[in-house]
């Protein structure tokens, strides 16, 4: 029997970490309809970024103890966004 807990942290990790390991494979093998599509390896470089921010949030305040990792974790995302309208706004 497994636990609800374990289940719950499991789908956890999933939601988390399986885009980052599929989107690389996606975008190598499927071809590439439009152009600027280079702006989707910077999203993806956004989103591991954050990632790691996330991931070493307390470190990061340590060591600069000015900002977060937390924060900057938002700031990733953001910028991700931010090239993923360049694709969208620019691709033909």
Do not use: N
């Not at 719950?8 to 885009?19: A, K, N, Q, V, Y």
């Not at 190598?28 to 070493?56: G, Q, R, T």
């Not at 924060?71 to 990733?76: F, T």
Request: charged share 15%; aromatic share 20%.
């Amino acid at each position: 029997e497994i636990m609800p807990s374990l289940v719950g942290s499991e789908m956890c990790i999933r939601d988390r970490f399986l885009p980052l390991i599929m989107m690389p494979f996606i975008f190598m093998i499927y071809p590439k309809p439009y152009s600027h599509s280079y702006l989707l390896w910077v999203f993806l470089s956004c989103y591991v970024v954050a990632k790691l921010f996330e991931h070493f949030d307390v470190q990061i305040f340590a060591t600069l103890t000015v900002i977060s990792g937390h924060s900057l974790k938002h700031m990733a995302a953001a910028l991700g966004v931010f090239y993923y309208w360049r694709y969208l706004r620019f691709r033909s």
